[in-house]
């Protein structure tokens, strides 16, 4: 599940002997960049949470008791609400601090793949 970004960081360097200023340059680049980017990705925006409603086809009440403890371990889930409950399906309503990547994320490393299929959110156990 890992993502590779490439990105283009132009330096003007005038000699390549300059050893203090290439070191300079590395550091910048490790500093500014990476560092300002992984922090952009680990974001929690607290102020304006993100909702979803995700659909499981035939679940037993067993296997939904564990699905919603798994909900209640996951960190930026805020709090989560069973909106429709029958033999075929549950519609649970997550609300949750985050991007939806990070929340299919934190649920993939639980064994649950989250999938948008035409608008409609399904989880599955792996």
Same mark, same amino acid.
């Given at each position: 599940?890992?993502?590779?970004?490439?990105?283009?960081?132009? %330096?003007? =360097?005038?000699?390549?002997?300059? !050893?203090?200023?290439?070191?300079? =340059?590395? !550091?910048?680049?490790?500093?500014?960049?990476?560092?300002?980017?992984?922090?952009?990705?680990?974001?929690?925006?607290?102020?304006? +949470?993100?909702?979803?409603?995700? %659909?499981?086809?035939?679940?037993?009440?067993?296997?939904?008791?564990?699905? !919603?403890? =798994?909900?209640? !371990?996951?960190?930026?889930?805020?709090?989560?609400?069973?909106?429709?409950?029958?033999?075929?399906?549950?519609?649970?309503? =997550?609300?949750?601090?985050?991007? +939806?990547?990070?929340?299919?994320?934190?649920?993939?490393?639980?064994?649950?793949?989250?999938?948008?299929?035409?608008?409609?959110?399904?989880?599955?156990?792996?």
């Amino acid at each position: 599940n890992e993502k590779i970004i490439y990105k283009n960081i132009k %330096h003007k =360097i005038d000699n390549l002997n300059n !050893e203090e200023n290439i070191l300079n =340059i590395i !550091e910048n680049i490790k500093n500014v960049y990476i560092s300002d980017y992984w922090k952009s990705l680990n974001t929690i925006d607290f102020t304006s +949470p993100l909702s979803v409603s995700i %659909h499981l086809n035939n679940i037993s009440l067993k296997e939904l008791k564990k699905f !919603e403890n =798994i909900l209640s !371990e996951i960190d930026i889930i805020n709090y989560y609400i069973v909106q429709e409950f029958s033999l075929n399906k549950v519609v649970i309503k =997550i609300n949750y601090f985050s991007t +939806p990547d990070r929340l299919k994320g934190k649920l993939l490393e639980k064994n649950y793949l989250l999938n948008n299929d035409t608008g409609l959110w399904k989880v599955k156990k792996l």
